[in-house]
């Protein structure tokens, strides 16, 4: 059975994802549902942007976690999304905000065959508490993720290094 992955990026992305790693250290990515910056893939630093029960592993970019809501995952599930970059501004959190370019999200439906082996799959990890397994669940600032009493960042709690 082939590996079919549900995410991945394209060269120009991989290359922004590898700088903004040497810049920030570890990294993760969460698909925006909204609010502020429209739906867009967002960029954080690892312990600054907690994971929720509620959000769901789609997989890696160029090692990179990346997650989104488990529903807003309920419409996109059909789809492969392809995380690439363009000219513009970021969004006003996430990190590659003043690099002159912006992440996007593409996306094309699965092939049956490609929906078949996804449906003979395990559904994708759920978020747990803070921190998906293999990833540290220790903020940059030495706080335990889990001890934070704000759960889910939004527009007005969000904050970059």
Partial sequence: ???????????????????????????????????????????????????????????????????MSRAQFQYWEHTHLIIDVVPGNGGMFSLESGTGMRFITRSRLYTDEEWAALSQGASPPLGHGGAAPGIDPVARDGASQATRQDQTPNCSSARRA
């Avoid at 590898?18 to 429209?38: M, T, V």
């Avoid at 893939?41 to 997989?59: A, H, K, N, Q, T």
């Fill in 1 to 67: 059975m082939t590996q079919v992955s549900r995410v991945s990026a394209t060269d120009a992305a991989l290359k922004l994802i590898e700088q903004l790693q040497q810049r920030y250290g570890p990294i993760l990515f969460h698909q925006s549902g909204g609010c502020c910056d429209g739906s867009a893939p967002m960029c954080f630093p690892r312990g600054e942007f907690l994971i929720g029960d509620s959000d769901v592993l789609v997989g890696e970019i160029g090692g990179v976690p990346f997650y």
